[in-house]
């Protein structure tokens, strides 16, 4: 039986409604109830929108005419039935089947249990005479080709036709066939109630499937190309909500003036440019032109600073810090770790010295006693400038007049932390910058409700970092070489201690710093080297850090701790272990610890791995420069999570979209939340109310459209 004769007919008219619990639903009862729970299902309406994860084609083939190895679908009748034990644990059973075109073997393979018959439910179905629908590949058998089954289905009228069925996410206990019948019935019977939450005009402009038939050709297409238009659908709505949701928060901080006046005096700005040693990019200048124009707006900056690795950020930041600063107002300055909070606090202290500007540094690890006196200056005003960690973000931190926030390295503080932040500093301008450049539809996504600004090219006189891939012994010369030139070196390791579990998953020993540093100390044994790594207490890595930063240690052996942030102008070449290991917007990060001062400078890739596709990756890295192109190549490899920080925890932004294939897609969900956001369609009062519900429901209860224009 197909979908729309089922609708038709009405055959299982049960009494259900969108919010009926789940349990309810004849077949349910209590434990199914719980297993679909953990699927995230606990009414009817929760069942319409889980989606599956990809599709079948169950169109029949002869048994003749199948493709070696390819699923397809095959209907046959049963001749005969027999159940083997092939192995200790495990069984098979071996049907014989025949269609108009051939006589074979369908076979099953299942792990024998002591507690139930593996095979009951084949043999109540698979019986001898009876028509069925089998799934799988023909495979070669001891002397025959023989059919290798992966599902079946008793064959009723209407089977004949063949069908592209869902695959749905599941989970241990309930089996595919039951959750694809539930379905069956309940988007026969149920998905009629739900109602289009785009309003008609967009769904026109936009040429986008009504949503029921969308709902229910995504989960039982009469075709490919209707699985495709129902997806676009589904996916469009996925985009749509969310850039909404972006497009009503940016409206109405739009609307809400911050309160604060500038005037660009430079009694600041002019000493700070002339005693930092170095002129403005052209680059530099023109995003400090558009923060400037930002922060003399009557509403709040919110401005996303993407820059390379070296591009310069920091001093463009620091002009914005200025800026506020001369115009009596506080600034936070927001580092992802301690390292690089004190990083950022030195070279303040060294870029501001002789300016009248009070700059102190707060972190997890400050004393208390101490941090009680920061506090307290900071609530007089008396402190122009905080640099911290998120310890800024705790209780008990309290601005005089904060008008400036500026977020370093921003995709470590994840989604959630941001929202924190701009919840506690209310309303000032916001600065955030980002070294690992996000493809650009991520960029829309995650920050659809930003301005963006780029830092396209790195300060001049600097060469390119040439990358390599080398042996150990290769590395460890030209790192020699350098370091007696009076240069200094990273050597990165991926862990910290070895871990048994990686290494025997990985087949091979993961290098650690740790143990491995004994190793390297005997090799540099005329060089004074440091060991860094994420374990450590945040006053030892300082002191290490330190040290470094003064040339008192010529290497530093380290896990991924230096990755973001860390400046020495004097590291030329920086040896990372294991690369493959790392994402190549992280391998590009590394990278770019190198290659800060005007010496030339590399970066090693240390690879024993004759593993082909590995080292095609690690090729790709060697060749491209460009982090942004490195980005995208990452998104494709490696999939959205580097990129969405905390999200990658959570259960996925989009079920139905895709952010490496709908691009297209995604914009024009943006233009038209913008152009809804704007007033530019028109909407009946249900429309009105349901966009309202919808929006709620998933992004709480500050967001509603009603707040805007
Ligand atoms: P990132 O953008 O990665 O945070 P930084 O702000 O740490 O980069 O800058 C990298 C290095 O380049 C620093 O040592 C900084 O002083 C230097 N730098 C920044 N701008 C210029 C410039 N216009 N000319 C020369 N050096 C610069
Ligand atoms: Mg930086």
């Not at 007919?9 to 259900?16: Q, T």
């Not at 390819?70 to 027999?82: H, P, T």
């Not at 036709?161 to 309940?186: C, M, N, Q």
């Not at 995208?632 to 999200?647: I, N, Y």
Request: glycine content about 8%; aromatic content about 8%; overall charge positive.
């Amino acid at each position: 039986m197909n979908l729309t004769s089922a609708i038709n007919h009405s055959v299982v008219a049960e009494r259900m409604d969108l919010s009926t619990p789940i349990q309810f639903v004849k077949g349910v009862g209590p434990s199914k109830a719980q297993l679909l729970e953990k699927l995230g299902i606990k009414t009817v309406e929760d069942l319409l929108y889980h989606f599956p994860r990809g599709h079948q084609d169950r169109k029949i083939v002869l048994l003749k005419d199948a493709v070696p190895k390819e699923k397809q679908a095959f209907l046959v009748d049963v001749q005969s039935i027999e159940f083997l034990r092939s192995g200790k644990m495990l069984g098979q059973a071996r049907a014989l089947v025949k269609d108009s075109s051939s006589l074979m073997a369908a076979v099953w393979f299942k792990r024998l249990s002591f507690k139930y018959d593996v095979f009951s439910a084949l043999k109540r179905d698979i019986i001898p005479g009876r028509r069925v629908l089998l799934y799988g590949g023909i495979e070669h058998g001891d002397h025959a080709p023989e059919l290798r089954v992966e599902d079946y289905e008793i064959a009723t009228e209407g089977t004949d036709s063949g069908k592209i069925v869902p695959i749905y996410p599941l989970t241990e206990g309930l089996y595919d066939k039951w959750l694809r019948t539930l379905a069956f019935r309940i988007v026969a019977q149920s998905s009629g109630q739900v109602f289009d939450p785009l309003p008609l005009t967009l769904r026109q402009k936009q040429n986008l499937s009504p949503y029921v038939q969308a709902l229910r050709n995504f989960h039982f297409p009469p075709s490919w190309s209707e699985r495709d238009r129902a997806r676009e659908r589904l996916a469009f709505d996925e985009f749509f909500f969310l850039e909404l949701a972006l497009a009503i928060n940016r409206s109405q901080r739009d609307q809400t003036p911050k309160g604060l006046t500038y005037a660009v005096k430079r009694n600041l700005l002019t000493p700070f440019r002339k005693q930092m040693g170095f002129e403005f990019t052209v680059p530099q200048t023109r995003v400090i032109n558009e923060i400037f124009r930002d922060m003399q707006r009557p509403t709040p900056m919110n401005r996303l600073l993407q820059g390379d690795v070296g591009s310069g950020k920091t001093v463009v930041a620091l002009s914005a810090a200025l800026l506020a600063i001369e115009n009596g107002y506080q600034v936070a300055f927001l580092a992802p770790t301690e390292i690089l909070a004190g990083q950022h606090h030195l070279s303040l202290a060294r870029l501001f010295s002789g300016l009248p500007v009070q700059s102190e540094l707060l972190t997890g690890s400050t004393p208390s006693a101490e941090r009680k006196k920061i506090l307290n200056k900071l609530k007089e005003g008396k402190i122009h400038l905080l640099v911290g960690t998120h310890a800024i973000l705790n209780e008990g931190v309290a601005f005089d007049k904060l008008a400036l926030a500026i977020i370093d390295e921003q995709h470590r503080f994840g989604v959630r932390q941001r929202a924190k932040l701009l919840a506690k500093t209310g309303n000032p301008d916001v600065l955030i910058m980002t070294a690992t450049p996000i493809p650009r539809t991520l960029a829309m996504t995650l920050y659809g409700d930003l301005d963006v600004s780029i830092i396209d090219h790195l300060p001049g006189g600097r060469s390119p970092i040439k990358t390599s891939l080398t042996t150990r012994e290769q590395a460890f010369t030209k790192i020699e070489q350098e370091l007696k030139i009076g240069r200094q070196a990273y050597l990165v390791f991926p862990l910290v201690e070895a871990s048994e579990l990686l290494t025997k998953k990985a087949g091979k020993l993961i290098s650690a710093a740790v143990k491995e540093f004994d190793l390297v100390q005997k090799r540099f044994s005329n060089f004074k080297i440091g060991l860094l790594h994420g374990q450590m207490k945040a006053e030892e890595k300082k002191q290490v850090m330190d040290r470094f930063r003064m040339g008192h240690l010529s290497l530093l052996v380290a896990t991924p701790v230096i990755e973001v942030g860390i400046d020495i102008p004097n590291a030329t070449v920086i040896g990372i272990l294991n690369p493959e290991r790392f994402g190549l917007a992280q391998l590009h990060q590394l990278r770019g610890r190198v290659g800060r001062g005007d010496h030339p400078s590399e970066c090693l890739l240390i690879q024993d791995s004759t593993d082909e596709i590995l080292n095609e990756r690690l090729d790709l890295f060697c060749l491209i420069r460009d982090g942004f192109k490195l980005a995208e190549e990452d998104l494709k490899l490696r999939g959205p999570g580097e990129f969405l920080g905390e999200a990658q925890h959570g259960l996925p932004l989009f079920k139905v979209g895709d952010l490496i294939n709908d691009g297209l897609l995604l914009s024009r969900a943006r233009e038209s939340a913008k152009a809804l956001v704007a007033g530019e369609m028109a909407l009946t009062m249900k429309e009105f109310g349901e966009l309202n519900r919808i929006l709620q429901k998933r992004f709480g209860s500050k967001l509603s459209l009603s707040k805007v224009g």
